[in-house]
């Protein structure tokens, strides 16, 4: 949910109704974030490698085993539907059990979307004398199942379990929620004392988890965390008397004012009590940070879902935003554990029916970033279209196939980019996605989607069902705001395995080398219409500046070394460390040296390969402006592949090194 600097009545998560959402159009921006990497990647690439490293000899030591999140249960994205989006606050168990009959009635559950998520709005209030949520029985009649305020969301998850569907609740890391702090005028406010009013997890974690899943019934919790960022001594509710005082632990705007330990401390006690309460392992665990406290870098080792971005809204610029958040973290998401750029916002606004091209790139895009499909709409009022857009067949599958690798960007402009991702089968996924307001002839190649430039490439349209083939290249006319979507097959470049970079969905940056957290300045600023163009404009404010990428370095430029320019591999920071799932390859092979971007030169990096442990293959410590070097490893026998590159010396700027060519062959 949406947060701001300071709270205020005036500027609600969403300063809009949904009604008068859907007519309001956000002033289009050109994304200059993606078209700049000159000047302002120098100077701060300087400032973020400025800082002697801490912590990261342990770190860079061989574990033998995979540290991203394996609990829970979300082998692919989850899908399904949630009541924010359609209706804020405003919920009661009519709303709610109508979405989850249409989910079924439609077919949608079939293709599935089985979560049934009530948001916030919900409660009624804490119970002083014992610390029990009261659920709002006049909203949630099922709920009253006693007197002195004895209720009970049992009938109302059975229910949706009886439909074969699952049921998702909503609550905040702090003691109060977003609504409470940002959206105090919206429906169905916490009531009581101000003790009674503290409806968030703070101080309650393992009796509310308790209560949600072993009594309750529910699969699934998103935790907000606007409770620990909004009520600091000198904001308006804590002056007023409404909540008490919590010394903010995130600030949006400042990574280095945020207690990036602290938050991810909280998140974890709210992960052991659902690990505790949830012996089976069948949950579903989504953290809602919007992005901050550097979530990005541990998000993934906790969650199941990890919020990249602030709350998305039915305009076209803001959804751009929400989209750049998550589409150059392919390698922090996989099984277990994905990025979240919000809830789809098809049917409303921008994305409404008068708008099926926008909505369509929506969708597609989201499925292509393997993000979970939410819907966030009144499904009472979806039209045929819409229904069949949400069921499209084709692509759902690319969201859900089971190898779990997000698309990679294998082109990028400020004006249209491609997208491919690597599936189960061997076939590619491929979004060819116009950003902007003019028509763009675009070109697809072989090489993008890493199959061979002097064999034949099979194309199915799923929108359409169209089938054509080309050699080489093919040419497309995209129009404005236009995704076309494609299964693509053909004959590999690497007939005998997968670059490392095709299979992120296997690789875990578990030390992506960054020291200092920074905002990253290159994901589109949009005007939000929570805040219009109050102040002085929208700024960086999402964590991830210098993260490892595939087919890039980590400031989004192209992977080189010593002049050479390399299409496929993994870029990162030195004193990096990737731990990579063995699917049955036997030999590792890389180019490995300094890339060329480098603004620290005179260190130089040792790159190591570890099979479980083991020490398996080295290079000789490489110079800026060398050449690259091949290392190579048998892993035959090996389950956890480990790539690690050590830098000597104390850092004095960045440092990024290459993985040119990294694969796994049989």
Known sequence: MRIFDQPSPLLPRSATTPSDQSSRLCERKRPTGLARLGAAVSAA??????????????????????????????????????????????????KIMASATILVESGLADRGYRYVNIDDGWWLKRRESDGRMVVRTDKFPSAHVGPDDQTSFRPLTDRLHAMGLRAGIYSDIGRNSCGQVYTPTFANQPEGTIAEREV?????????????????????????????????????????????????????????????????????????????????????????????????????????????SDDI??????????????????????????????????????????????????????AMMNAPLIIGFDLRKATAEQLALFGNPGIVALNQDPAGHQAVAAFQSGDLQIFVKTLADGDKGVAIFNRGLAPVDAQLSARHLK??????????????????GFTRETAFRVEPRQTLVFRASGERILADGLYLSEQPGNVNPAEDGVTTPQHDPFIHRSV????????????????????????????????????????TGLGALANSRFEVRNRGFTRFSARVGIDDSAVDRDRRVTFFVYGDGRLLARSEPQAFGTASRTVTAEIADVAILEIIARADGDPVGALPVVWADAAMTR
């Open 45 to 94: 690439a300087a400032l973020l490698a400025s800082v002697p490293a801490m912590a990261q000899t342990d770190s860079l030591e061989p574990s033998g085993r995979w540290s991203a999140n394996t609990r829970g249960s979300a082998p692919t994205p989850p899908m399904g539907w949630n009541s924010w989006n359609a209706f804020y606050s405003d919920i009661d168990e009519e």
């Open 200 to 308: 968030g997890l703070h101080g309650h974690v393992d009796q509310d988890i308790a209560l949600y899943f072993a009594e309750w019934g529910f699969d699934l919790i998103k935790v907000d965390g606007c409770g620990v960022r909004g009520l600091g001594p000198e904001t308006d509710h804590v002056l007023k008397g409404d909540y008490r005082v919590f010394p903010p632990l995130i600030d949006m705007n400042a990574i280095g004012r945020t207690d990036i330990a602290a938050v991810q401390t909280l998140y974890e006690e709210v992960g052991e009590a659902l690990h505790t309460h949830n012996p089976d392992g069948d949950y579903l665990y989504s953290l809602c940070l919007w992005g901050s406290s550097n979530v990005r870098a541990w998000g993934k080792n906790l969650g199941n879902i990890s919020r990249t």
């Open 313 to 366: 809204t039915p305009q076209w610029t803001r959804m751009l935003t929400n989209l750049d958040t998550v589409s150059t973290r392919a390698l922090y998401a996989g099984p277990g554990a994905w990025n979240d750029p919000d809830m789809l916002f098809v049917g409303s606004g921008d994305f409404d029916a008068d708008h099926m091209t926008e909505a369509r790139s929506h969708f597609a895009l989201w």
């Open 451 to 468: 199959f061979r430039e002097d064999a034949p490439v099979a194309l199915t349209d799923l929108w359409t069902g169209a089938r054509q």
């Open 528 to 567: 939000v219409s929570w805040q219009g163009t109050r102040g002085s404009g929208e700024h960086p404010q999402y964590g991830g500046f210098g993260g490892a990428q595939a087919d890039r370095g980590p400031f989004g430029e192209p992977l080189r070394v010593a002049g050479v320019r390399y299409d």
